[in-house]
Nanobody, 125 residues
Framework: VQLQASGGGLVQAGGSLRLSCAFSGRTFSSYSMAWFRQAPGQEREFVAGIRGRGGSTSYSDSVKGRFTISRDNAKNTVALQMNSLKSDDTAVYYC???????????????????WGQGTLVTVSS
């Protein structure tokens, strides 16, 4: 499995960005997908996830209501629409994939077998 994240950049506080992650190598619809982020000096943290089967979603409390995760199984992509961005959202964002993830593990980075290279999001205040 290969994951290629894109869409990061510099945006002012209150603005929006849309991240995308292209998946290849296996049957995309069988994989649960997630976005994590890591700020300098911080641990990698869960942002949002979406199941492969059924498409149920989960969000961290810090982004709920501002970010939306979605997937397009025809295009093998997962997206993260980020609105009302804050300076605290500044981080490198990573997409992750796993085929055997159980719902209770969705927020755990160690549950994912595959990771993209990361894309930097910088929110200026």
């Amino acid at each position: 499995v290969q994951l290629q994240a894109s869409g990061g950049g510099l945006v002012q506080a209150g603005g929006s960005l849309r991240l995308s992650c292209a998946f290849s190598g296996r049957t995309f619809s069988s994989y649960s997908m997630a976005w994590f982020r890591q700020a300098p000096g911080q641990e990698r943290e869960f942002v949002a996830g979406i199941r492969g089967r059924g498409g149920s979603t989960s969000y961290s409390d810090s982004v709920k209501g501002r970010f939306t995760i979605s997937r397009d199984n025809a295009k093998n992509t997962v997206a993260l629409q980020m609105n009302s961005l804050k300076s605290d959202d500044t981080a490198v964002y990573y997409c992750a994939a796993d085929a055997t993830l159980i719902l209770s593990s969705m927020r755990s980075a160690s549950a994912y077998d595959y990771w993209g290279q990361g894309t930097l999001v910088t929110v200026s205040s």
